[in-house]
């Protein structure tokens, strides 16, 4: 597939700082989608984009909104719920996408739109609770650890089956789908199979009981590998450097919440 892949870990992304700038990052991710979803046979209308806009001011998001974005993820609970507060006069759906402690289930049932991180029946119960306490339900994506790799957050492929069952008895989460970071490298060969095992687990939970995991959307692809993630069926694709612009500290700092 040699460059078209879109496979770059290099950071070299250009930083947008007026609307015009945030319209021209977006158009360009939108057509590397495009181009991707081509190549794999797809329609690219099945395929979300979802901006990425951790360790951004709102000065920045703001411009992004008016450039286009109405939903934003964000990795960490308190800065998604700070920012939500800050930018309550704008209509943003927020999707928090890192890893949640079950003390922070509460904030994420106050005004989050969509979870992406779900891996823990304790969690899952502190959500419920809190949400039948709000009178709201929540869109939920289970995420599994797809390489194996201590240093990231997800549940282990095996456990998948199990924990999906004992989840369907909390009424207020809506699971979308599975969610998965494939393991940092610019090696293709060492990142498609981590998005090609997501793509087996749901199609193996589909085969034994659909109802599990209701739409059955794959949430898997960030700046640096997305084009691959949506050759190899990604649903959802989460974007932050390719729209914001490079981070001020490299990805491997973030992990294991990486966009």
């Not at 979802?50 to 000065?59: A, G, I, N, R, Y």
């Amino acid at each position: 597939m040699g460059d078209d892949s879109g496979l770059s870990h290099d950071g070299q992304y250009s930083t947008a700082t007026t609307v015009g700038e945030f319209r021209a990052n977006i158009a360009e991710v939108k057509r590397r989608i495009a181009a991707a979803a081509e190549r794999a046979g797809r329609d690219r209308a099945d395929i979300e984009l979802l901006p990425v806009s951790k360790t951004v001011p709102q000065e920045r998001i703001r411009l992004a909104v008016a450039a286009g974005c109405a939903k934003l993820g964000e990795n960490k609970v308190q800065e998604a719920h700070r920012k939500s507060e800050e930018m309550a006069d704008l209509d943003i759906d927020w999707a928090v996408i890192g890893h949640l402690q079950s003390n922070k289930a509460k904030d994420v049932a106050k005004f989050a739109s969509e979870f992406q991180a779900l891996e823990r029946l304790k969690v899952a119960r502190a959500l419920d609770r809190r949400l039948e306490a709000e009178g709201r339900s929540l869109d939920v994506y289970v995420q599994v650890n797809t390489s194996s790799e201590d240093s990231k957050f997800g549940m282990p492929p095996e456990e998948l089956l199990d924990f999906l069952k004992e989840v369907r008895a909390f009424e207020t989460l809506k699971v979308q789908g599975l969610m998965t970071l494939a393991v940092f490298s610019s090696d293709i060969d060492r990142v498609r199979p981590c998005f090609q095992l997501l793509r087996g687990l749901r199609d193996q939970v589909r085969e034994t009981d659909p109802d599990l995991l209701g739409l059955g959307r794959l949430s898997m692809g960030m700046s640096g590998d997305f084009e691959v993630a949506i050759e190899e069926g990604a649903d959802c694709v989460r974007v932050g450097q390719a729209i914001f612009g490079r981070r001020a500290l490299p990805d491997s700092h973030y992990w294991p919440e990486a966009d």
